[in-house]
T-cell receptor, first 115, second 113 residues
Framework: GAGVSQSPSNKVTEKGKDVELRCDPI?????LYWYRQSLGQGLEFLIY????????KSGLPSDRFSAERTGGSVSTLTIQRTQQEDSAVYLC?????????????FGEGSWLTVV | AQSVTQLDSHVSVSEGTPVLLRCNYS??????LFWYVQHPNKGLQLLLK??????LVKGINGFEAEFKKSETSFHLTKPSAHMSDAAEYFC???????????FGQGTELSVKP
């Protein structure tokens, strides 16, 4: 597609449920990133993929969070046993590859509310 | 370690007047620096980037930023504000391998008629 596509755009879930957030990067982009934007925390790096492997998972806040990428394209971020503090906008981004100065393009985000 | 400090959480200007959004960075190597804009309920859009070429960087919508190594600054400017410029602006530094972006806390720009 023309840009980074994320789904769902909005998700309300009950505390304790699992959620999956999907990201479809720009075609041909080998690097894919997940960030989280929440009040009081700003924008935080979660995980980075190069192809299907994740060399940097340092931003995942707990073992309830996991992500995978298949076929060097679509990625899924999974949050297990959601907590209220997981409420945030989850932003996916992609770039042609991982290199300093490469433009990173962001999707519009998945708004997650845990009630 | 890299970090970014946006000196103002909120800036208010009148339409047609200049815009200045301030950003200081800290980096142990020559940084890549970016400004992103986020309109309400929208994703992040790249305004401009600095990658060790020209120190004065021109971006979209009339914005520009100047990289000043001696001052460790990368302030964003625009000569004349437009109502459509009202948004949140983020100064960002990239790690030395690229990809892992470190965001400032953001500056909310309001534009008064």
């Amino acid at each position: 597609g023309a840009g980074v596509s994320q789904s769902p755009s909005n998700k309300v879930t009950e505390k304790g449920k699992d959620v999956e957030l999907r990201c479809d990067p720009i075609s041909g982009h080998t690097a894919l990133y997940w960030y989280r934007q929440s009040l009081g925390q700003g924008l935080e790096f979660l995980i980075y993929f190069q192809g299907n492997s994740a060399p940097d998972k340092s931003g995942l806040p707990s073992d309830r969070f996991s992500a995978e990428r298949t076929g060097g394209s679509v990625s899924t971020l999974t949050i297990q046993r959601t907590q209220q503090e997981d409420s945030a906008v989850y932003l996916c981004a992609s770039s042609i590859d991982r290199g300093p100065g490469n433009t990173i393009y962001f999707g519009e985000g998945s708004w997650l509310t845990v009630v | 370690a890299q970090s970014v400090t946006q000196l103002d959480s909120h800036v208010s200007v009148s339409e047609g007047t200049p815009v200045l959004l301030r950003c200081n960075y800290s980096s142990s190597y020559s940084p890549s620096l970016f400004w992103y804009v986020q309109h309400p309920n929208k994703g992040l859009q790249l305004l401009l980037k600095y990658t060790s070429a020209a120190t004065l960087v021109k971006g979209i919508n009339g914005f520009e930023a100047e990289f000043k190594k001696s001052e460790t600054s990368f302030h964003l400017t625009k000569p004349s504000a437009h109502m459509s410029d009202a948004a949140e602006y983020f100064c960002v530094v990239s790690d030395n391998q690229g990809g892992k972006l470190i965001f400032g806390q953001g500056t909310e720009l309001s534009v008064k008629p």
